[in-house]
């Protein structure tokens, strides 16, 4: 059984401060990794895509893949309110048409 | 628009009905998913259709559900004899060609059986 597991949350951060998300998963052939936002109510919109080891940065968000350890985090820098919301990870094996499979997400929430 | 259109935003059925969920694709985009998200809990994969070709059905959770891409464009979901267990938000995405392609949500349909 292919898994991705995440914290469910919440995670509580003040505005302005580093919000930290992890995900693991099983499937050692994954190849593609991605995390989606998903507002209450709202389909998930993508917000970063990983593919290789290390850091990828996107304005405030930074995506870190370790395929070594199966692990892959995103980080939030000077969170804002609007980014509480519910983050899913989603990997799958990079092949055409193969489906992406979630974590059950984490929710985040930033006071102000 | 530019994005995937999912049709109707909310649904209602009595238990028994037969519904039907439609999903306009990204234009250009030749790979479908549908997708079952229930309250709390991350999507999860129904089916993929690659054009008209549904290449993996392996996700449906019954024969009672049922889905077609007739003309590799559109696609419908069918539910047959609705449960009570079918109520979720059904979701569909679509991508380019090429493995590993970032895959874009339609804001979905939700489904509640009474």
């Known amino acids: 059984q292919k898994e991705v597991e995440q914290n469910s949350g919440p995670l509580s951060v003040p505005e302005g401060a580093i919000a930290s998300l992890n995900c693991t998963y099983s499937?050692?052939?994954?190849?593609?990794f991605f995390w989606y936002r998903q507002y209450s109510g709202k389909s998930p919109e993508l917000i970063m895509s990983i593919y290789s080891n290390g850091d990828k940065e996107d304005g405030r968000f930074t995506a870190q893949l370790n395929k070594a350890s199966q692990y892959v985090s995103l980080l939030i820098r000077d969170s804002q309110p609007s980014d509480s919301a519910t983050y899913l990870c989603a990997v799958n094996i990079g092949q055409a048409g193969t489906a992406l499979i979630f974590g059950k997400g984490t929710t985040l929430s930033v006071s102000s | 628009g530019a994005g995937v259109s999912q049709s109707p935003r909310y649904k209602v059925a009595k238990r028994g009905q037969d519904v039907a969920l439609r999903c306009d694709p990204i234009s250009g985009h030749v790979s479908l998913f549908w997708y079952q998200q229930a309250l709390g809990q991350g999507p999860e994969f129904l089916t993929y259709?690659?054009?008209?070709?549904?290449?993996?059905k392996s996700g449906l959770p019954s024969d009672r559900f049922f889905a077609e891409r007739p003309e590799g464009s559109v696609s419908t979901l069918k539910i047959q004899r609705t449960q009570q267990e079918d109520s979720a938000v059904y979701l569909c995405?679509?991508?380019?060609?090429?493995?590993?392609?970032?895959?874009?949500f339609g804001d979905g349909t939700r489904l509640s059986i009474l």
């Open positions: 499937d050692r052939g994954s190849q593609s």
């Open positions: 995405a679509s991508t380019s060609a090429g493995g590993g392609q970032p895959q874009h």
């Open positions: 259709f690659q054009n008209e070709a549904q290449l993996d």
